[in-house]
């Protein structure tokens, strides 16, 4: 059976990632990478935070972390690394390569919160 739109899509878009691996989080953190939870609030009520990452909600991801918008968060510097966490690194690895056509240096968490929490917690 031939691959979905989506599936297609989403291959390309992680062809252009760097993706970081649930283990390799904190030393990339530590490193000065800007870690961004985009799950919605219910899953992070239910399921709980990522320590020291910034919360930001997907609908407002580009105009908070492009260093040339006006409306950035103080954190979104030009050269700084975003890595994207969503809950299972689908629509985090999509959100990542929209934020390199912006110029920003972003990737995403492979497998996710859930995978960081089953790997790392």
């Given amino acids: 059976m031939a691959a979905s739109a989506i599936e297609r899509y989403l291959a390309a878009a992680r062809a252009s990632l760097e993706r970081v691996e649930p283990a390799d989080l904190a030393a990339a953190q530590a490193g000065g990478a800007l870690v961004v939870d985009i799950r919605p609030a219910a899953n992070r009520i239910e399921e709980g935070e ?12 580009e105009w908070r972390l492009d260093p040339t918008s006006p409306d950035r968060v103080p954190e979104a510097v030009p050269g700084r690394r975003v890595i994207i966490v969503c809950n299972e690194g689908y629509s985090s690895s999509l959100a990542a390569r929209v934020l390199q056509q912006l110029d920003v240096d972003a990737t995403d968490l492979v497998g996710g919160y859930r995978a960081w929490r089953r790997e790392v917690v």
């Fill in 50 to 61: 990522l320590p020291g990452a910034l919360v930001l909600e997907r609908t407002v991801l």
